[in-house]
């Protein structure tokens, strides 16, 4: 299903604007400054489907800075906040 | 010959419909205890097969994986690994698929797989995933996954006769085939290419249509949105409240004249002395003052279950996160600070969805100052003893604004104190990431709402009826003993120990404006908040005879200035005196000195908050 679009170049989703639609590239876990360790980081995102080649839309952005963000990843729904979508790398 | 019980678990992600999958399985047949040891909630229920097997079924905690990141899900991962003490390895895991949404699932089922249980997977709400034009090779998802798969309805009648029947043909060949347990924690790459391998089978088996649920869109649409959400969410906020004062109000008023009723009857039938005084002021009028409130502890339940079952609270978390996250809070934390409404002990004991520590127990400290529902009564009382039932603004009742303003008080002192947590003691804070996910809407259904609302409620009888009991008869002792000296003018509480204690705390409570009748309401209180009420009944009803026992509401507007009553809903805004919320922290935090801070905190809260408002209320010629 990994589709590479290559006319776009790759971005974090946490830098997305509601609206946004692409596909995931590869996961980047040391680009975000959470809290969590790397690899809880990486096996949570993973968990909720975040994987490489999954189809995401960012849906919808809360009141202060435009955080969090709701995500559509292929089927569902995922409520983040763009710190942790730093990790994700989008094209 | 008589088979043994044929234990099963329920397995499965955060809303896969697992709940309603366990209630249409057990009915009202079910018991709710803890896991020895931690303050999971443990379920049970019990159902007979259509060939008469007995089953015993246990709904464990929703997990994505058998990583066990916090107590709850450590509950699931040992319990199917056998490990959980004092629990049956399950014979048979069912996992829990809700159909319009397989791909975390199926990953889980891939893992649950190694445990080497025997295992069936129930595709649930098929009706709503057949309705969307999604279609499932049953059968070969079947063979390629190697675990035997059904369809489910659990919400229609019969909708699990397919389950049931299978349930029969696994249970006969069980142990058959004995298989070897080779889970391990996995690593990030192993997580990578199990959900690889369930996307490679959920393409090869199903087949989705490229539309969403667009009544889930259209929703969001409105509800998500970042200034109209907030609006939204304020809304529904508003209604409750106002929901929990107006539309109970005739039942309360019905359920007060059948108590006076029978106090009457019993003042009417018994001669007097000390049999007729313990009942009708002691039994009838303090459980009954209690037990008057049982509208509204349903009506604030059935708002937190609906919204629940509807699937907008994990919105309400995500609209609230970054508002909370300025004070210091989790977005999470907004389903327990919202449960607290309706008690702390619940709200606390959900706390536990928290998996950062920090935030965890900022949460479990100030979740008692969200104003529970055994507030509900004192606030009740007062403010229809002391503020005019007039409309402003034409539409909005002065009553209901008072008691939007009072939980208003509640809300903004838990994110100040939230806030001077942060600040003061944890200090080098990261905030913990905030992921969740936002299910489909769903139509609350009837049964599973009705079960959720008994359970609450027998709660709260079996409470007014042990704990409030108990107390009401010990108020009633200390209010009637001694007796009066022969020939004595004064009312015969003056002479009681009620009267000895409450004058001797009095100097105490002199400067927030309490008489020495709070002082005696206040520490009963102690066993549950709303006794205060029942207390002063009781404490009211001795000293001024049949007509004060009628109405304490009156007797109070007649006995206490403006000022104390004022002073009295600020003293209950902090209120610290709840020894159940307390157990409960100690037990939560497993420290005696978070159970000490909290107490602590909240009584110089209350003090002080008490202090101003009387004062401030006296300086403007209200006392």
């Known amino acids: 299903m990994t589709e590479t679009n290559d006319t776009r170049p790759h971005m974090p989703l946490g830098l997305a604007q509601r609206g946004y639609t692409g596909v995931i590239q590869h996961l980047s876990v040391k680009e975000a400054a959470s809290a969590l360790s790397d690899i809880e980081l990486e096996s949570r995102l993973i968990e909720l489907g975040f994987v490489e080649g999954a189809r995401v839309e960012v849906l919808h952005e809360g009141l202060v800075g435009r955080d969090p963000i709701a995500v559509r990843v292929d089927s569902i729904t995922i409520a983040v906040r763009r710190r942790e979508a730093m990790a994700i790398i989008v094209a | ?623």
């Open chain 2, 1 to 623: 010959m008589e088979l043994p019980l044929l234990h099963l678990a329920l397995v499965g992600t955060p809303n896969s419909g697992k709940t309603s999958l366990f209630n249409a399985l057990t009915g009202s047949r079910q018991k709710v205890a803890n896991y020895p040891g931690v303050t999971v909630e443990r379920k049970e229920g019990f159902f007979v097969t259509p060939q008469g097997r007995q089953v015993s079924v246990v709904d464990l905690p929703g997990t994505y994986s058998l990583r066990g990141r916090s107590p709850d899900e450590e509950i699931t991962r040992d319990f199917v690994l056998g490990k959980a003490s004092g629990e049956t390895v399950p014979d048979l895991v069912l996992c829990v698929a809700d159909s319009t949404n397989l791909r975390l699932t199926i990953r889980l089922l891939l893992e649950l797989k190694r445990t080497g249980r025997p295992m069936v997977l129930v595709l649930n709400m098929f009706d709503i995933a057949a309705r969307r034009g999604i279609t499932v090779d049953v059968e070969r998802l079947a063979k390629e996954l190697g675990v035997p798969v059904v369809t489910s309805i659990a919400v229609r009648k019969g909708g699990t006769a397919d389950l049931l029947t299978l349930t029969d043909e696994i249970s006969a060949r069980l142990a058959a085939e004995p298989q070897e347990n080779t889970w391990r924690a996995l690593s990030v790459g192993e997580l990578r290419s199990t959900q690889r391998e369930a996307d490679r089978i959920i393409a090869d088996c199903v087949s989705l249509p490229a539309r969403p649920d667009t009544w889930t869109a259209r929703i969001d649409a409105v509800v998500l949105h970042p200034v109209g959400g907030l609006i939204v969410l304020a809304a529904i906020l508003f209604v409750m409240f106002q929901a929990v004062f107006a539309w109970a109000q005739p039942l309360m008023e019905l359920l007060n004249s059948g108590f006076d009723a029978l106090g009457e009857f019993v003042h009417a039938t018994l001669p007097a002395g000390l049999l007729q005084s313990f009942l009708q002021n002691g039994v009838i009028s303090g459980v009954g003052s209690v037990i008057v409130f049982l509208p509204q502890i349903i009506i604030i339940f059935l708002f937190i279950l609906l919204l629940e079952d509807f699937g907008y609270m994990a919105r309400a978390a995500f609209l609230m996160d970054r508002i909370m996250g300025g004070a210091g809070l989790h977005g999470r934390a907004f389903i327990p600070l919202l449960s607290s409404f309706a008690c702390a002990i619940p709200g606390i004991m959900a706390t536990r969805v928290i998996d950062n520590k920090r935030d965890r127990l900022t949460t479990i400290l100030i979740a008692p100052l969200m104003t529970c529902s055994a507030r509900i009564p004192v606030y009740t009382l007062i403010i229809s003893a002391f503020i005019p039932a007039k409309d402003v603004w034409g539409f909005v009742n002065l009553q209901g604004l008072v008691m939007f303003g009072l939980y208003a008080a509640g809300i903004a002192s838990a994110l100040a104190v939230s806030f001077l947590i942060k600040f003061f003691m944890l200090r080098d804070y990261a905030p913990a990431p905030f992921m969740l996910e936002l299910p489909d809407y769903k139509m609350p259904r009837l049964k599973s709402i009705v079960i959720g609302v008994t359970t609450r409620a027998k709660m709260f009888l079996h409470r007014a009826g042990t704990t409030i009991f108990s107390m009401m008869v010990l108020i009633w002792f200390l209010a009637s003993f001694p007796q009066p000296p022969a020939g004595a003018t004064e009312p015969a509480i003056d002479f009681s120990l009620a009267a000895i204690i409450g004058k001797a705390l009095e100097p105490l409570l002199a400067p927030v404006g309490f008489n020495w009748q709070i002082a005696v309401a206040l520490i009963p209180g102690m066993a549950a908040r709303e006794v205060a009420v029942a207390a002063l009944g009781t404490v009211y009803a001795i000293e001024g005879g049949k007509e004060a026992a009628e109405q304490i509401g009156q007797v109070l507007a007649t006995k206490w200035s403006l000022a104390t009553a004022l002073s009295m809903l600020a003293w209950y805004i902090f209120a610290p005196q709840c020894a159940s919320t307390l157990a409960v922290i100690r037990r939560e935090t497993g420290s005696w000195r978070w159970m000490a801070v909290t107490f602590g905190y909240m009584l110089v809260l209350a003090y002080a908050a008490s202090l101003l408002t009387y004062n401030i209320a006296v300086a403007l010629g209200a006392g």
